[in-house]
C-alpha cells in the first residue's frame, strides 16, 4: 500500500521527534543529568515508537493483508501479519 505524501510527513515527522529526543538523552547522560528524569525519557520515547509502529501496523492490515485475502493469498498474508504481530508485541 502506498502512503499518501500526508501520512508520509506525519510519520517522518514523528520519528524525527523520537531522534531529537534521543539526542535529547545523550545530552543528559552527558550532563549526569537525575536517573529518573532519563527514565521518563526513554518512556517518551517507546510510546512514540510504538504509535508509529502502530500505524504502520495498521495501514498494512488494511492495505496489504486486506489485498492479499482478495487476491485468495490471505493465509500467507495473514501468517506473516501474526508473527510481525507477536514481535511488535515483544517490545
Avoid: P, W
Wanted: glycine share 8%.
Amino acid at each position: 500500500m502506498m502512503r499518501t505524501e500526508e501520512e508520509k510527513k506525519a510519520l517522518i515527522q514523528r520519528l524525527r521527534r523520537v531522534e531529537g529526543q534521543v539526542r535529547g538523552i545523550q545530552k543528559m547522560i552527558e550532563e549526569d543529568r537525575y536517573c529518573v528524569d532519563i527514565l521518563v525519557q526513554i518512556s517518551a520515547i517507546n510510546a512514540g515508537l510504538k504509535r508509529a509502529g502502530f500505524h504502520i501496523l495498521e495501514d498494512h492490515t488494511k492495505g496489504c493483508v486486506s489485498s492479499a485475502v482478495e487476491e485468495g493469498d490471505g493465509e500467507s498474508a495473514i501468517e506473516e501479519l501474526m508473527k510481525v504481530f507477536e514481535q511488535f508485541s515483544k517490545s
